[in-house]
Every structure is written in structure tokens, then in C-alpha cells.
């Protein structure tokens, strides 16, 4: 029962490296979602995808690529990081959308950019 | 834009007090609405939904919310909080013509003295 899970669970990196983190969902879900967590602005969405090889931007994109050509993982990559993207990412997956849709969320990764 | 405000940023209780979390919304439409918890070093969980019907909803661990659609608000409420309590608590909302987009409040900090 591994539900979702997020790799790595802690990472610092540089400013102007490469950083891709993990997200893996064991119930086939769809729906997929990569939210950051920063202090006074709970949970904001960054990319989401509706099924593999779907995604689209959310709330605040830059500087973030997505893929996702299997429907269990969804990385999400920081091609360049900047100090602005330390932050807490969680991901979520749901079954569908709609009326009674209910997201549940990884247990996060930590990233910190120097 | 749609928002979500949680009035309360940081609050503090003593063990036994009751507790209520103002959360107000912005969008005019019908919405589902989410508590989340996010216990310290945890992931987020569901508290309770509101989907329809009943506006009084009762989640996990003597938590409840009731919806006033009137008053644009889905506040939530416990009679007696215990120091087990103390974690962030979010407030959610997705608006039905933006089905997928779970957005949400800033949180609320609650730290509960024994």
C-alpha cells in the first residue's frame, strides 16, 4: 500500500543546476498535480497532467518542466534553479476531476537552493 | 481572481479549548470544499470534504465545518483540542468550472499548549 511517493524527500542544490525530483503513484490514478508550499501562500499549482503524455501549466510554471510518459510517475525538473524555488514541492494525484474530486498529496520534498 | 482566506495565521490554545478557523472564498459558483492537516515533518491529509447535502460535515478526530453558502465561508471547528492538534491546517476549495484546480487558503498555524 505505497500510495504516493516523493524522491527525494531532501535535496540542496546550486543555483544554475539541473534538479529533478520524483513522484510515484501505485493507484493508476489520472490526474497528477505538483504543488510548492512557501510561507503566507499555502499551496500554489505548478504543472498538473490529466493522463500520460497530457500536462499543462498551473499557477505558477516558470522555470519548471514536466513529463510524463507513464501514467504511475510524474518528475518534475528545475532546469536551471534559482534561490526563489526553495520551497516545499508535494505531489498529488486523484482518480478523476470533477464533482467529488479529492486530491491526496506525497509527503514532500525539501529543496533548498543556494 | 478565486481565493481562499484564512484570517487566522497563527493561533494558540491551551488543551481543552475549543477551536474555529475562519475560512472564507471568493467565487460565486458551486464549490467543493477540503480541510487539509499538515502535522510537523508530515504530509497534508484530508480532514473532512464538503461535496453537498448536509452543510455540517464532520471529519477525522472531532473535527467538523459548516458551510454557509451565504457567507461564502467554511469554517472549521473542534470543541476541545487536544496538544495532538498542533499542526497547519488548510483550507481548500475547488470551483466547479475549474474542476481540477484545488486552491487553496495560506494556512492557519496552530499550536496547542498542554
Known amino acids: 500500500d505505497a500510495g504516493i511517493t516523493q524522491s527525494p524527500r531532501y535535496k540542496i542544490t546550486e543555483t544554475g543546476r539541473q534538479v529533478t525530483l520524483m513522484c510515484h503513484q501505485t493507484?493508476?490514478?489520472?490526474?497528477m498535480f505538483w504543488y510548492r508550499q512557501d510561507l503566507g501562500h499555502g499551496l500554489r499549482l505548478i504543472y498538473y497532467?490529466?493522463?500520460?503524455?497530457?500536462?499543462d501549466k498551473g499557477e505558477v510554471p516558470d522555470g519548471y518542466v514536466v513529463s510524463r510518459s507513464k501514467t504511475e510517475n510524474f518528475p518534475l525538473t528545475l532546469e536551471s534553479a534559482t534561490r526563489s524555488q526553495t520551497s516545499v514541492y508535494f505531489c498529488?494525484?486523484?482518480?478523476?476531476?470533477?464533482?467529488?474530486?479529492?486530491?491526496?498529496f506525497g509527503p514532500g520534498t525539501r529543496l533548498t537552493v543556494l | 481572481a478565486q481565493s481562499v482566506s484564512q484570517h487566522n495565521h497563527h493561533v494558540i490554545l491551551s488543551e481543552a479549548a475549543s477551536l474555529e478557523l475562519g475560512c472564507n472564498y471568493s467565487?460565486?459558483?458551486?464549490?467543493?470544499l477540503f480541510w487539509y492537516v499538515q502535522y510537523p515533518g508530515q504530509h497534508l491529509q484530508l480532514l473532512l470534504k464538503?461535496?453537498?447535502?448536509?452543510?455540517l460535515v464532520k471529519g477525522i478526530k472531532g473535527f467538523e465545518a459548516e458551510f454557509i453558502k451565504s457567507k461564502f465561508s467554511f469554517n472549521l471547528r473542534k470543541p476541545s483540542v487536544q496538544w495532538s492538534d498542533t499542526a497547519e491546517y488548510f483550507c481548500?476549495?475547488?470551483?466547479?468550472?475549474?474542476?481540477?484546480?484545488?486552491?487553496f487558503g495560506s494556512g492557519t498555524r496552530l499550536l496547542v499548549r498542554p
Open positions: 498529488a494525484s486523484s482518480e478523476y476531476v470533477g464533482v467529488m474530486n479529492e486530491q491526496f
Open positions: 493507484w493508476s490514478h489520472s490526474y
Open positions: 497532467s490529466a493522463a500520460a503524455d497530457i500536462t
Open positions: 467565487y460565486g459558483g458551486t464549490v467543493n
Open positions: 464538503y461535496f453537498s447535502g448536509d452543510p
Open positions: 481548500a476549495v475547488i470551483p466547479m468550472d475549474s474542476s481540477y484546480k484545488l486552491i
